[in-house]
């Protein structure tokens, strides 16, 4: 099993950046975040390797940006340019997400 702790979320407005963290209990493979906005399923909406290798859906390519410090078990998301449709729970996880869910941070993009 392995624990995750998010942080780093908050009200921004459009057009606004926030850095997002995740802390994991141990050391893992290829990590991701995922987000669930209200009445959503959860999404994939970044994914790193462990050598590095990212991947992003179409709706935030260009706008997030994916790291990690393997030697501190922890991923970050960079977010810039955020867009009202961005406000939801923000989680981490492993790819695929077998393992339990954090708190997650909320995000909130409005004016």
């Known amino acids: 099993q392995v624990q995750f702790v998010e942080s780093g979320g908050g009200l921004v407005q459009p057009g606004g950046s926030l850095r997002l963290s995740c802390a994991a209990s141990r050391s893992t493979f290829s990590m991701g975040w995922y987000r669930q906005a209200p009445g959503k399923q959860r999404e994939l909406v970044a994914t790193i390797t462990n050598g590095g290798s990212t991947n992003y859906p179409d709706s935030v390519k260009g706008r997030f940006t994916i790291s990690r410090d393997n030697a501190k078990n922890t991923i970050y998301l960079q977010m810039d340019s955020l867009k009202p449709e961005d406000t939801a729970v923000y989680f981490c996880?492993?790819?695929?997400?077998?393992?339990?869910w954090g708190q997650g941070t909320q995000v909130t993009v409005s004016s």
């Open positions: 996880n492993i790819v695929p997400p077998i393992f339990s």
